[in-house]
């Protein structure tokens, strides 16, 4: 089992900048792909962006060239750094945890409130 807890959310201007970070405990052994998606209100979860345990990356559409994923696999814990931020951007951000190199059958964080001001 492994335990996810996102932090680093809150309010910003457009244009403004971000970092959430997600520490993992329990069997982060077992971890292979780790990634933010988002949902915002009246909306279906997206991709934000994952990273394999050999930092191998993959980004949603949306982001691509403004948010940054990055992890530390000694301490399980995984970052997304968010630039050039955008309104439509305000979402609620939930980190994944997998046992896979895709994120499948994930483990998921509680989330984190981003909300991005214009």
């Known amino acids: 089992q492994v335990q996810l807890v996102e932090s680093g959310g809150g309010l910003v201007q457009a244009g403004g900048s971000l970092r959430l970070s997600c520490a993992a405990s329990?069997?982060?052994?077992?971890?292979?792909?780790m990634g933010w998606y988002r949902q915002a209100p009246g909306k279906q979860r997206e991709l934000v962006a994952t990273?394999?345990?050999?930092?191998?990356?993959n980004y949603g559409d949306s982001v691509k060239g403004r948010f940054i994923i990055s992890r530390d696999n000694g301490k399980g814990t995984v970052y997304l750094q968010m630039n050039s931020l955008k309104a439509e951007d305000t979402a609620v951000y939930y980190c994944?945890?997998?046992?896979?190199?895709?994120?499948?059958?994930?483990?998921w964080g509680q989330g984190t409130q981003v909300t991005v001001s214009s």
């Open positions: 990273i394999t345990s050999g930092g191998s990356t």
């Open positions: 329990g069997s982060i052994f077992s971890i292979n792909a």
């Open positions: 994944a945890a997998s046992r896979f190199r895709t994120v499948a059958a994930p483990s």
